[in-house]
């Protein structure tokens, strides 16, 4: 089955500065790719979809970077800020009848 | 705004006890999942449902029953509790939305369970 593997998983940055956060998956077939956000305390929150005829999505400082060549994936924080601060999920899925694989998180601070 | 409701949001259990962990959402979406998290291992899918009547095991459902008496709640099950299922569990119904996105999947707050 698919694999997903994220890292890292802790990162501090400082505000202002940008956080990327990469997975790399094993399913040449995967074709669905999505990022969300679990704030403390909570469930997670979908942030962004993308489908594998997309290599590059931008959406509210967030950029979503897919090399389907390497089978990674990648979210790009500009200018981070501390309401940022949060643990973040990728999620691939081979179509969007099948269930999502995550990643394992990475715990990112940002800091004043 | 889509909502899934999860109980209890704490659990203390005995070695050996019956648990049972309630889910509900009133967002009226077909599926229904539930995953445990666990530090190093990210999300993990125990079990998942279609809707009324469906249950379907995920990756690691070894130790646990779920149940989908009606589109709103799908509950999980624990018939003899062990200290290794110590861990958060979530809830989450999905959105299959168009045809052009994955499943957008809508989560409770979790449940801490410590099986003592």
């Known amino acids: 089955g698919e694999q997903v593997e994220q890292r890292p998983p802790h990162l501090s940055v400082r505000e202002g500065d940008s956080a990327i956060i990469i997975c790399t998956y094993t399913d040449s077939a995967t074709a669905y790719f999505s990022w969300y956000k679990q704030e403390a305390g909570a469930g997670l929150q979908l942030l962004m979809s993308v489908l594998s005829n997309v290599d590059r999505k931008e959406e509210q400082g967030l950029t979503v970077l897919l090399n389907k060549k390497d089978k990674r994936l990648s979210l790009n924080l500009t200018a981070a800020h501390p309401g940022d601060s949060a643990v973040y999920f990728c999620?691939?899925?081979?179509?969007?009848?099948?269930?999502?694989?995550f990643g394992s998180g990475t715990k990112l601070t940002v800091e004043p | 705004e889509a909502a899934v409701t999860q109980s209890p949001r704490n659990k203390v259990a005995v070695t050996g006890g019956k648990v049972t962990l309630s889910c509900n959402q009133t967002n009226n979406h077909n599926n229904m999942y539930w995953y445990r998290q666990d530090t190093g291992h990210g999300l993990r899918l125990i079990h998942y449902?279609?809707?009324?009547?469906?249950?379907e095991k995920g990756d690691i459902p070894d130790g646990y029953k779920a149940s989908r008496p009606s589109q709103e709640n799908f509950s999980l099950i624990l018939e003899l509790a062990t200290p290794s299922q110590t861990s958060v569990y979530f809830c989450a119904s999905g959105d299959a939305g168009d045809w052009g996105s994955a499943e957008t999947l809508y989560f409770g707050s979790g449940t801490r369970l410590t099986v003592l």
């Open positions: 449902s279609y809707g009324a009547g469906s249950t």
């Open positions: 999620a691939v899925t081979v179509s969007r009848y099948n269930v999502l694989y």
